[in-house]
Nanobody, 123 residues
Framework: VQLQASGGGLVQPGKSLRLSCAAS????????MGWFRQAPGKEREFVAA????????YYADSVKGRFTISRDNAKNTVYLQMNSLKPEDTAVYYC?????????????????WGQGTLVTVSS
């Protein structure tokens, strides 16, 4: 599976942004997908995950109620809708494909990673 993340940029606090992750490879539709982020000087952290069917999702407490993960298996794409953005959401965001079909926050369950897209939240 090859992953290409896009949609990052500079946005003001309180605004919204949608990230996309285009996947290639036959195993995408059978894989849970996740979004992670890494801020400067910090470890990569879990943001959200979605099951292979899209029927189950899982969020970090820090983004619950503000971010929504979704997927379109017909387009081999997973999305992260980010609303009410805060300066602390500033990070490089990575999409990843898991070796599981069910959503997981464990970084070690993901064996394919995209290149990352930078999100900067600042006034």
């Amino acid at each position: 599976v090859q992953l290409q993340a896009s949609g990052g940029g500079l946005v003001q606090p309180g605004k919204s942004l949608r990230l996309s992750c285009a996947a290639s490879g036959r195993t995408f539709r059978a894989s849970a997908m996740g979004w992670f982020r890494q801020a400067p000087g910090k470890e990569r952290e879990f943001v959200a995950a979605i099951s292979w069917s899209g029927g189950s999702t899982y969020y970090a407490d820090s983004v619950k109620g503000r971010f929504t993960i979704s997927r379109d298996n017909a387009k081999n794409t997973v999305y992260l809708q980010m609303n009410s953005l805060k300066p602390e959401d500033t990070a490089v965001y990575y999409c990843a494909a898991a070796s599981l079909a069910t959503p997981t926050r464990n970084l070690n369950d993901y064996n394919y990673w995209g290149q990352g897209t930078l999100v900067t939240v600042s006034s």
